[in-house]
């Protein structure tokens, strides 16, 4: 009897993570590569975006980017992020730390990603707000822009400033950061394959496929003894 079997990866990222836009530009890269190639065998990558902040000190309204990066990372903060840049490039993004308006709080943005992964589209509403606020330099402190940005995944106006201005899922957000502090993350992304292993930072594609391959092939294993008789003769 066949079985349904879904490779789950629990991503900790935040939105306003250059590396985390990177990571998952990989991850996706090496999933492609892997399906291609035959090499995963199960039905279903299962993705879950996981709440982390970089800086939950920035307050609720923003702050200008270039003043809050300089006060962090001294005057010449473009400089020294040029490599990121480069990185991005790679992946197909567009990076330019020198034009983004704001440095945001992303709790809110956790909140509506909480709400959009019980709706399923929190994979579609992830990439939007990392594309809204890295490439199109959208001010994600706004309200409007964040009713326009989820218009397009069915939510109406009313039900996203519901979340906005409320406390809706911010339990599960405190829960959810706490759970992975104390797991040792101390830096995003990271990335955990089926709740077993662990891969930290922004990993090149060819990482992602190895551990891909690994994890597929063990969950193969896992489907052939499924479907072998016990010795008394049950479950055949």
Known sequence: MNKTKVISIDVVSDVVCPWCYIGKRRLEKGIKYMQSSDNLQVNEVEIIYRSYQLDPSVPSEGMDFQVYMENRFGSDFVTKFHQV????????????????PKAINTFTLHRILTIALQDGIQAKVKESLMKAYFIDKQDLTQENVLVELLEKYGWSAEKTLSIINSDIAT???????????????????????????????????EVFAEILEKVSKEMEVEIIAGESCDIDGNDC
């Open 85 to 100: 840049e480069q990185a991005a490039k790679t992946e197909g993004l567009d990076f330019d730390f020198s034009t983004l």
């Open 171 to 205: 339990d599960e957000v405190k829960e959810e950061m706490h759970y992975y502090r104390q797991l040792g993350v101390s830096g995003v992304p990271f990335f955990i394959f089926n709740q077993k292993y662990a891969i930290s930072g922004a990993q090149p594609a």
